[in-house]
């Protein structure tokens, strides 16, 4: 068992073992004094692993409750949240009850913004079931739901008591979306870990199965790193966003339909290291994410996906806030007016 401890507004572990999920209760037994829990979870994910999770609670001695919605981001929404709610109420829980989210981000995200806000706070654990949530969206706090008008427009910062990760949950996954969670994984490479870049890059997405323990825990570790630096995002936790500024502006191109957010941000990567990195780490960052089944271009001239990046999240004013890799490691954060990025990007500046 590796655990990795994160210091934020309080300390939590977050567990990492293959078949984790079937002895799960006694380690969220160790981190809550709740009598009942409301495990949340998708429509997929409940038939995969909810009998497994449910049965381990209940051997700790937990009462449990399952909440089940369709899978997919429309769930992530406030119909969903006052679903849950209305759940959480029909079965009395308690503040000092705990809810589980068990799945992938769509499910960390709501589950977590429900626990911040069901009588003002409940305790939250997180059991993520797919590569991103593992090394991204379960680790730091961040909670939400979409509006209309935008994804993870209402949320909160709260942090878990304690994560559980169980890398062999990923062996069910759609080949597709473990791809885009390799996108997040070779991010970390690229904005703090040369090591785990060329170990990436040393294996494919049909191998990488030998090293994903190691490899997990490495991102979790860089995200932990990251987290307590800048637990609630006004500085440097906007390193995480490489790849991100140029990425929004693809989804936001192609109305969200066409590339999934990891495929949008791989070619985010490409296209900012085209600028900033060498001939041949630009090479070795395209090759690593082909081999993972990811795309490092996009058939749209620059000037037609720039003004998408105007209306990016890390926008202060009229700056525009972006992250830089010279070569894989090493991430700075710039800031330009949207004018200035644009010809800078067009080659112009
Ligand atoms: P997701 O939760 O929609 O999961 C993707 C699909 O995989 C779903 O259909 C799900 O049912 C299925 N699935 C989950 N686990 C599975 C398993 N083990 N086997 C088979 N199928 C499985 O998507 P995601 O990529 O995990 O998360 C995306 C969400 O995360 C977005 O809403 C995004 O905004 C959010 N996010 C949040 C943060 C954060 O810091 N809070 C960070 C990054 C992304
Ligand atoms: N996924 C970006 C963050 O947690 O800040």
């Known amino acids: 068992m590796k655990t990795i401890t994160v210091h934020a507004s309080h300390t939590y572990p977050i567990y990492v073992q293959n078949g984790l999920l079937s002895d799960c209760g006694s380690y969220i037994r160790q981190n809550t004094k709740a009598a009942s829990v409301a495990v949340i979870t998708d429509d997929i994910v409940q038939k ?6 449910l049965s381990s609670l209940q051997k700790a001695g937990f009462r449990t409750e399952r909440f089940v919605f369709p899978n997919g ?3 992530k929404c406030a119909k969903t949240l006052l679903d849950v709610y209305d759940f959480l109420c029909e079965k009395q829980f308690t503040r000092t009850d705990a809810i589980i989210a068990l799945g992938g981000g769509v499910v960390g995200d709501l589950a977590g913004f429900a626990a911040a806000t069901y009588l003002r706070g409940m305790d939250f654990i997180q059991i993520p079931t797919t590569l991103l949530a593992q090394v991204d969206s379960s680790v730091g706090g961040k909670t939400a739901i979409d509006l209309k008008g935008g994804k993870n427009l209402v949320g909160a910062f709260k942090q878990p008591v304690c994560v559980l990760c169980d890398p062999n949950t990923l062996q069910t996954l ?13 991010k970390y490479g690229m904005i703090r870990d040369a090591k785990l870049f060329e170990l990436l890059a040393a294996h494919t997405q049909e191998n990488i199965f030998s090293v994903l323990e190691e490899v997990i825990c490495t991102c979790i570790s860089i995200k932990r790193d990251v987290v307590e630096a800048d637990e609630f995002d006004t500085g440097e936790r906007m390193i995480l966003n490489y790849g ?11 109305h969200y339909e066409t590339y999934s957010h990891g495929s949008a941000v791989a070619i ?13 780490q630009t090479a070795a960052l395209k090759a690593c994410l082909e081999a993972y089944h990811l795309p490092t271009s996009v058939p749209v001239p620059m000037a037609e996906l720039l003004p998408f990046c105007g209306v990016d999240k890390k926008r202060a004013g009229s700056q525009l806030r972006y992250i830089v890799c010279e070569t894989a490691g090493k991430a700075e954060i710039r800031t ?3 004018t200035d990025f644009a010809a800078w990007m067009e080659g112009n500046a």
């Open 48 to 53: 995969l692993y909810s009998d497994a999770v």
């Open 73 to 75: 981001e429309a769930s």
């Open 174 to 186: 759609p080949p597709a979306i473990f791809s885009d969670g390799m996108g997040e994984v070779v």
């Open 244 to 254: 991100h500024t140029l990425g929004h502006a693809i989804e936001g191109y192609y």
């Open 268 to 280: 985010g990567m490409c296209l900012m290291a085209e600028k900033t990195c060498s001939p041949e």
């Open 336 to 338: 330009a007016s949207v």
